[in-house]
């Protein structure tokens, strides 16, 4: 019987990188090098332009039933995998607002929970959406809101944060080896190709998060503020 992994993580927060790590494993597969949310896309919920990393604002959408065909999903979705590997992982964004369907939907599931600095994550999505940072910071607070629950109601899964993720590589693969043992050995000392670059492993927070100004920060913080509880549960503060 295959294992399924899927990554439960927000955007720009290293799932793509999490995914490529997985993914190194002789006997991981994904789907192809795509997001499931794209090659399934008649079937299920995907964001439009306003919705582009800010899908918490119409919760309903992506949470309900009603919006997805389950059985025409995971003939595409198995159709695209490579069957023969024991096992199979997905990293759709979105699937923060589902976990508890592909629970459901994928009785032999395991999950990774993820999550990264505030102030980073709402500065990458800045440079590839218009949208004002206090509309992102509000997104980030609701995650974080909603990666809780996740925790919560996931009965198979870990924590990796990016922060762990980039700062400790060999960690990583040590925790990724005990939860998904059948993958088979992992390779976190090659380059990886993300979002047009080509780096080894490494922490881009201090980068993203510099080219704040303290007014901008004021005003993440004003949104941030009210998100502190579940900010802090993982692991996060003000600055």
Not at 65 to 93: C, F, M, N, T
Request: hydrophobic share 35%.
């Amino acid at each position: 019987m295959n294992v399924y992994v899927f990554i439960i993580c927000p955007p720009f927060s290293g799932s793509t990188l999490l995914e490529r790590i997985i993914s190194t494993a002789p006997h991981v597969s994904n789907l192809g090098g795509h997001e499931g949310q794209w090659i399934a896309r008649r079937y299920m919920p995907t964001a439009t332009l306003d919705e582009r990393a800010n899908w918490t604002v119409n919760e309903a959408k992506f949470a309900g039933d009603e919006s997805y065909d389950w059985q025409k999903i995971k003939r595409i979705w198995h159709g695209a995998w490579d069957l023969a590997k024991p096992v199979l992982v997905e990293k759709s964004p979105p699937n923060v607002l589902r976990a508890k369907m592909l629970q459901r939907e994928f009785p032999n599931s395991r999950f990774i929970l993820s999550f990264r600095n505030p102030y980073a994550t709402i500065q990458a999505i800045s440079q590839h959406n218009d949208r004002s940072i206090e509309d992102i910071a509000e997104f980030c607070g609701q995650c974080a809101r909603i990666q809780m629950q996740n925790e919560e109601d996931l009965k198979n899964g870990i924590f990796i944060s990016y922060e762990a993720l980039t700062g400790d590589p060999s960690k990583t693969k040590e925790s990724l080896q005990t939860f998904i043992p059948e993958a088979g050995p992992f390779d976190t000392q090659r380059t990886f190709h993300i979002k047009h670059r080509v780096s080894a492993i490494r922490n881009m927070n201090q980068e993203y998060i510099e080219q704040w100004t303290p007014e901008e920060i004021r005003r993440i913080n004003s949104v941030l503020l009210r998100h502190r509880k579940a900010l802090k549960h993982w692991g996060y503060d003000l600055i």
